[in-house]
Antibody
Framework: EVQLVGSGGGLVQPGGSLRLSCAAS????????MHWVRQATGKRLEWVSAIGTAGDTYYSGSVKGRFTISRENSKNSLFLQMNSLRAGDTALYYC????????????WGQGTMVTVSS | EIVMTQSPATLSVSPGERATLSCRAS??????LAWYQQKPGQAPRLLIY???TRATGIPARFSGSGSGTEFTLTISSLQSEDFALYYCQHYNNWPLWTFGQGTKVEIK
């Protein structure tokens, strides 16, 4: 079965850190560009970060310098290290795969919730 | 940043009727546009990519059209399972992609 399973979310204080993980199965992970997309309650989806098959990384302006995306192809796993967390980072974080040569996300994880609060 | 604006915010439609959702980009995105369906508590589901190509397994009642800055998602005959939130997303400048704010399709 093709799927992504996210984990690692939780409650963290402002300024704290959290590491999200995403386990992939059912497709060739190493050949896939992978992304993190987040959604605050009642808000639109927001692209956060991406990592290409060659390990090239990209970040939205709101997280650049604080978040680090990485992948471990031997374990079919995607990660997001989140440092200096702020209240505005509170959201459901989805890992997602980009479909072929498009920019459309065809596989999504179930989401892992990050809450930044004192 | 390209801003995606969807209208209307809420669309009230009776089962069996046609629903037309709009998405406008603040600058041209060519045909680099996708549509998603999201139900409460679920991840988004890809419906359309390339503005008009249905994703695998998507029923033919879903169709997309448009290019440049104006796009439309049409659901030809609404089924009970189609009442949900719908988002558009551009992917014109990798990977600084943005989503619309969503259109909720509700039962009239």
């Amino acid at each position: 079965e093709v799927q992504l399973v996210g984990s690692g979310g939780g409650l963290v204080q402002p300024g704290g850190s959290l590491r999200l993980s995403c386990a992939a199965s059912g497709f060739t992970f190493s050949n896939s560009d992978m992304h993190w997309v987040r959604q605050a309650t009642g808000k639109r989806l927001e692209w956060v970060s991406a990592i290409g098959t060659a390990g090239d990384t990209y970040y939205s302006g709101s997280v650049k310098g604080r978040f680090t995306i990485s992948r471990e192809n031997s374990k079919n796993s995607l990660f997001l290290q989140m440092n200096s967390l702020r209240a505005g980072d509170t959201a459901l974080y989805y890992c997602a795969r980009v479909f072929g040569g498009t920019g459309a996300f065809d596989i999504w994880g179930q989401g892992t919730m990050v809450t930044v609060s004192s | 940043e390209i801003v995606m604006t969807q209208s209307p915010a809420t669309l009230s439609v009776s089962p069996g009727e046609r629903a037309t959702l709009s998405c406008r980009a603040s600058q041209s995105v060519g045909s680099n546009l996708a549509w998603y369906q999201q139900k409460p508590g679920q991840a988004p589901r890809l419906l359309i990519y390339g503005a008009s190509t249905r994703a695998t397994g998507i029923p033919a009642r879903f169709s997309g059209s448009g290019s440049g800055t104006e796009f439309t998602l049409t659901i030809s005959s609404l089924q009970s399972e189609d009442f949900a939130l719908y988002y558009c997303q551009h992917y014109n400048n990798w990977p600084l992609w943005t989503f619309g704010q969503g259109t909720k399709v509700e039962i009239k």
